[in-house]
């Protein structure tokens, strides 16, 4: 599968989904895979560590960078 599908009609991605969630483990195994920690959300322009910045991930941040 491809890890930077678009899930969403705003352009959201499954790490995206894993870092606002704060699950380190899909995170790291979505990175593995090639994940794009660049990706932004087409509505917000949040990238997945934004998103895990604002939900309080702080680890999940730290691994997004």
Same mark, same amino acid.
């Given at each position: 599968?491809?890890? %930077?599908?678009k =899930?969403?009609?705003d352009?959201?991605? &499954?790490l995206m989904? &894993? /870092? /606002?969630?704060?699950?380190?483990?899909?995170v790291q &195994? =979505? =990175?593995? +895979?090639?994940?794009d920690?660049? /990706?932004r %959300?087409?509505?917000?322009?949040?990238?997945a560590?934004?998103i895990?910045?604002k +939900?309080?991930?702080e680890?999940?941040v %730290?691994? =997004?960078k």
């Open positions: 599968a491809d890890p %930077n599908q =899930l969403y009609s352009g959201e991605t &499954a989904i &894993a /870092a /606002a969630s704060g699950n380190k483990e899909i &195994a =979505l =990175l593995a +895979k090639g994940a920690r660049t /990706a %959300n087409w509505n917000t322009g949040e990238t560590a934004m895990a910045a +939900k309080g991930h680890a999940i %730290n691994m =997004l």
